[in-house]
């Protein structure tokens, strides 16, 4: 079975763009978390949906949004990119409430 | 606020010997308690979990050490070896949704 998948893989964007990342989850999962981590810290809880219902949210800014689909695969958008915004995206997938399955990640640059 | 602490920052282990590292949470709320696995470039891998019912969990060269009374656990690599040298990081939730993390260990295993 194929893990989480996350894509792109890189990404370069400049302040002010706009960017989507996306995660298609372990088939058969149904729960989405999303995670900001910066360089040189612990992954920071960003979204959680569970049948493309939004769960939960952590304390980022409104620029921060995401849905999830039919099929469970998710989206995290971002707008008004500012430099601070550059770190790796991580994806989580569940399927019980409390093992999370991580993607790879996108790697987020803003110059 | 850092809801789980982690230390050491780093940690530097002779093969054969045992790797210790610590996190300390505040949270009595919180029912689950992971340790991932994380290599440059990949997304966090599930290492063991614990649940507070329990003081101690082993699997394979790994064990949880948890302590209710002092919110403290802890990860032991028994017979480290250069294979284990990674980042690790603790975390922490409840109701299964958002998951607090450390800010992680690089541990180097010298051969």
């Known amino acids: 079975d194929a893990g989480v998948t996350q894509s792109p893989t890189h990404l370069i964007k400049t302040r002010g763009q706009h960017v989507t990342l996306r995660c298609s989850p372990i088939?058969?999962?149904?729960?989405v978390s999303w995670y900001q981590q910066v360089l040189g810290q612990g992954p920071q809880f960003i979204f959680q949906?569970?049948?493309?219902?939004?769960?939960g949210r952590g304390n980022f800014p409104d620029r921060f949004s995401a849905r999830q689909f039919p099929n469970y695969s998710s989206e995290l958008n971002v707008n008004a990119l500012l430099l601070g915004d550059s770190a790796l995206y991580l994806c989580?997938?569940?399927?019980?409430?409390?093992?999370?399955?991580f993607g790879a990640g996108t790697r987020l640059s803003v110059l | 606020q850092q809801q789980v602490k982690q230390s050491p920052q780093s940690l530097i282990v002779q093969k054969g010997g045992i790797s210790i590292i610590n996190c300390a949470y505040e949270?009595?709320?919180?029912?689950?308690f992971p340790w991932y696995q994380q290599f440059p470039g990949k997304g966090p891998a599930l290492l063991i979990a614990?649940?507070?019912?329990?003081s101690e969990k082993k699997e394979g060269r790994f064990t949880i050490s948890f302590n209710k009374s002092a919110k403290q656990f802890s990860l032991h690599i028994m017979d480290s070896q250069p294979g284990d040298s990674a980042t690790y990081f603790c975390?922490?939730?409840?109701?299964?949704?958002?998951?607090?993390f450390g800010t992680g260990t690089s541990l180097t295993v010298i051969p």
């Open positions: 989580a997938s569940s399927q019980e409430q409390d093992i999370q399955y």
């Open positions: 088939s058969g999962h149904k729960s």
């Open positions: 949906y569970y049948e493309k219902e939004e769960r």
């Open positions: 949270n009595t709320a919180f029912d689950y």
């Open positions: 614990i649940r507070p019912d329990v």
């Open positions: 975390a922490a939730s409840y109701t299964g949704n958002q998951f607090y």
